[in-house]
C-alpha cells in the first residue's frame, strides 16, 4: 500500500499498525503536496492499493501498475485522479466524505470576524501606540450567503446561525428538508435559510 497524502505523514504510525496487521506492505512515500506522474511511475510498479492525496494518478501511472485495485483518497475531491482510466482498468476509488468540512468551516467564521471586526488592522494599530476608533460590523447586522451547502457548507451555516448570522443557502442537489427545521437556536426573523 502506497502512502502518499500529506494529511497522512503526521499519524502514519497509527495506520501503518493497522494495515500491517492486516498483511499489507506500507510504502510511504516523500511528498509535499502532491506527486506527478513523473514521480508516481517509480513508485507504484508493485503496489495494490493507495492512499493518496491530490496525486496525478493518470491512466499512463495505473498501466504502470498492473496490480492495482485501489484509489483511497484522504479528502474529498476526487478531481484528480483519472475516473475514467480507473474504470476502465478496474480500479477502484473511494473518497474521505466530510474529511476537511469541520477546520474549513471553522475557518470561515473566522475570516468574516477578521474582516468584520479589522483585527488585523486594530492590532497593528495598538501594536504600534494608536487608539483609533474604527466602524466595526457586528454578526447579527450581517447576511452570509452559501453557495453549495453540502457537508462543509453546512457545518458553515450552523456556525453562522449560532453568530446570529441571516443565511441564504443555494444548492445544485436537493439539501435534506429537516437540516434548517434542525438548527439550534435559529432565529426565524434573523435567518432565512432557503433551498
Known sequence: MLVSAPYAMPVIETYRSRLEAASCEVVVAEVRERLTEEQLLP????IDGAI?????????VMLAAPRLRVLLKWGTGIAPLDQEGAKCL?????????????????TVPGYILLFARQFGQMDRDIREGRWIERQLVASRETTLGAIGVGDCG????????????????MDIVEIPADFSSGLTGLDRKRAVVRW
Open 43 to 46: 513508485l507504484v510498479k508493485d
Open 52 to 60: 493518496c492525496g491530490d496525486d496525478r494518478f493518470t491512466e499512463r
Open 90 to 106: 478496474g480500479v477502484r476509488i473511494y473518497n474521505t466524505p466530510g474529511a476537511f468540512s469541520e477546520p474549513v468551516a471553522d
Open 154 to 169: 453546512r457545518a458553515v451555516v450552523r456556525r453562522a446561525v449560532a453568530f446570529g448570522m441571516r443565511v441564504l443557502g
